[in-house]
């Protein structure tokens, strides 16, 4: 189906000290696609200083045939070590595959490409905005997948206090 994945962590553009708020580096994939491909990414790893609020954000951009700019952002008195990001391409007409990116703490989801409600849904964060106050403790979760969508939400338990939260998901039919 033309899959290409692949990883990077911050530590390959820069030392986790001194912190740094944003990399943004150039992704080249392995083979060239045909045409400009869908792009999905996640976080595989985080590490910011515990008396700071979490912040973090990933972003792929300027996507092309060739590459993809993968922008690692957090914002204001976030103190970003290291971050590592999974990242999956392929071919963006592919049949029987959806993906795409939300925020928020729950929501809706629309498929346009299935005939039948989707065998696999993946999801992952690509955003967290978090309380320094309160323990980091989110997961995120699909439900009610049918052919036309499905519904995801973002739970927390304990003390946690996200303010904001992003996923990516990835739909197969």
């Given at each position: ?24 580096c150039w992704i080249p994939f392995e083979r060239p696609y045909d045409a400009i491909p869908a792009v999905v990414l ?16 990933v972003i792929a951009s300027d996507v092309s045939k060739a590459g993809f700019r993968l922008y690692i952002h ?100």
């Open positions: 189906m033309g899959f290409q994945t692949g990883t990077f962590n911050t530590t390959e553009d820069h030392p986790p000290e001194p912190p740094k708020q944003n990399t943004m996640w976080l595989n790893s985080l590490d910011t200083c515990a008396g700071e609020n979490q912040r973090i954000h957090s914002w204001r008195e976030t103190r970003l070590y290291t971050a590592g990001v999974s990242w999956l391409a392929y071919p963006a007409e592919a049949p029987g595959i959806e993906s795409g990116n939300f925020l928020g703490r729950w929501g809706d989801v629309k498929f346009t490409k299935f005939n039948k409600p989707p065998s696999r849904v993946m999801v992952a964060f690509n955003k967290i905005d978090c309380n320094k106050n309160f323990n980091l403790r989110l997961t995120v979760k699909c439900e009610g997948i049918t052919k036309g969508g499905m519904g995801w939400r973002v739970d927390t338990w304990g003390d946690s206090q996200p303010y904001d939260c992003g996923g990516a998901y990835i739909a197969l039919e």
